[in-house]
């Protein structure tokens, strides 16, 4: 069985890494900003749309708002990226938002932040998918009658590409990524050259259609609600910016100036495509509606169930480039892949928000270890299970995933900063140095605007979107909150539990006697090993104990030890109903009760089997056994084991396996020569 895992396992994610090559995992800038940055500049595939979609409630003479509100999303990306660059330099370690807010504003603060960043983290990877599989569908209509299958196939795939390991996942994915932004930024030249130059008039596809508005001449609270939800959804735009300070120690040296590089381009290149995108819409008419099949009418009609509304990337690249034009074509197939590879955004982020929090122990202690390919490897697998529930739940549907979207990251975003302005407050209540001060007060006012901003931008978002699928966005939330915080409790607990004494103790005292207990049903030969093993052991009391459940047998056995003298009394519990495990267990306790400061060794005899079929077929009483007897204090257990000749053909298979060559070693060499080499060299 072995084998049968291990060798798909080394094809899947490639061989075992030694923890000393952590150093070779580490990304440079051009590396990490594919890694990282996938999600905010995949986002303007969609941010745009999202605006126009809520915007088209009023009809097309609310899109002379967009540019407006395009303004605002930029001066709060650059506020935001401004912010977290005071982060990186500050808490390089990799804790980010988590570890502001902890230190800063305390435990109970940055278990916030933290549940509010693995939601977030989760659903990046279900609406990424959703859209994806969306964009992916106009073209395949397979994909869009079997969605969920898709969906869930995608995330398989990349968590396969992360297992490989966060630079060989991170070369793969950076190729669409500047496919699509390259892609981007010569249909925003293009079009500005057609539209200013050239004097071209632009037509969307859907420039001719009309927009039925849902409510007419929205003024007053109305239309600032309006522009207040359409500013949210364009706030879609800002998701994964976190994930940078998150990931600081998957940088190259020097990393926190390398992250906050990263930061600035990121910022730089999301902001650039979300405006032109924005602009060019407008230019050539792009028209969205949230229910197309009624509110768009072609010649005074709805355009019915059949009309499939494309996104605005791809109605503005049919504009600027020409339907089925070559860049069309390559701009497309990049969005759909940019859109599925965005998640792995978040397959960066989550594990090692994972790893800090389960050293803290607020999550399983399995998440803070590598794999073999020196990645957060349970962390992904996590996140897959997760997003893939997700995906399951909602279909696949990204108009209704995004509305959970956002929420909590602005959680996340406004309580860091928030620590940021009290870390500064703490540093300058000591810091002489006038230039430090200075420098000082400078970060605590982007701080303190970005808090106030990312503040103010929350409780839109909460206003604008609770009842459209926030709450289960915080339900998330308030789920993993709970769930950390007991594990917190547990772990704690168990700490003080078994933190040994400064004095002598229970534990540390010798025992009186030790009352060793072989447990036998017939004399063969794992029983006459173990005999001669407890007799090795010069226990104070010796004795075999053995369950009478067949009258014959117990005869039986009582006649051999006899006919072979063995010098051990053996002792027979009956057991009117013939189970074993229960006369054993009141057997031990009642030695136990009978003698407090006697320590009580049961011998167990087990057989060694090399199949995993034979685990079946043995060793049943003796795992229960062993299970039962875990909770009485007082009492070890100890195995004896008797290896039969499946074993050793298992033993064989190992070492074959350790002369195996695996794919493509034939040019390193035998394994064995390797390490020979590997070990000469050291």
Known sequence: MSKLTDVPKRILIGRALRSDRLGETLLPKRIALPVFASDPLSSVAYAPGEVLLVLSIAGVSAYHFSPWIAVAVVVLMFTVVASYRQNVHAYPSGGGDYEVATTNLGPRAGLTVASALLVDYVLTVAVSIASGIENLGSAVPFVVEHK??????????????????VKESGKLFAIPTYVFVSGVFIMIVWGAFRGLVLGDTMRAPTAQFHIEAEHQGLAGFALVFLLLRAFSSGCAAL?????????????????????ATTLAMMGLLAVTMFCGIIVLALVT??????????DLLRNGSPVGSGYVQNPVITQVAEAVFGKGSFLFIVLAAATALVLFLAANTAYNGFPVLGSILAQDRYLPRQLHTRGDRLAFSNGIVLLAGAATFLVWIYGADSTRLIQLYIVG?????????????????R????????????????????????????????????????????????LGMMIFYATMTAIRRHYDRVAAEIAAPEGPSDDSVRPSRVHSVLL??????????????????????????????????????REEWERRGIDVPLKVLDSPYREVTRPVIEYVKSLRRESPRDAVSVIIPEYVVGHWYEHLLHNQSALRLKGRLLFTPGVMVTSVPYQLQSSEAAKQRARKRQEWSAPGSVRRGPATERAKEHSGRE
């Open 239 to 259: 998701t994964g910016v976190e994930a940078i300070s998150n990931g600081v120690p998957a940088f190259r040296k020097p990393k926190s100036k390398n992250a």
């Open 427 to 474: 540093h300058l209540a000591t810091e002489t140095d006038p230039a430090k001060r200075r420098h000082m007060i400078r970060s605590r006012a982007i701080n303190t605007f970005g808090a106030f901003f990312t503040g103010l931008v929350l409780v839109v978002v909460l206003a604008t979107k609770f009842t459209h699928g926030a709450w289960v966005a915080l």
């Open 148 to 165: 969920t299958v898709c969906a869930v196939a995608v995330i398989v795939l990349l968590t396969l590409m992360n297992l490989r390991g």
């Open 285 to 294: 008419d792009v028209r969205m509606a949230e229910n197309p099949a009624t």
């Open 520 to 557: 036998i049903s017939k004399i063969h030969r794992p029983t006459l090993r173990a005999l001669a093993y407890a007799k090795l052991m010069r226990s104070d009391t010796l004795e075999a104990l053995t369950v009478n459940v067949d009258p014959a047998e117990t005869k039986a056995l």
């Open 409 to 425: 990251v602005f959680v996340s975003f406004t309580l860091s900063q928030t620590g940021m302005v009290r870390h500064w407050n």
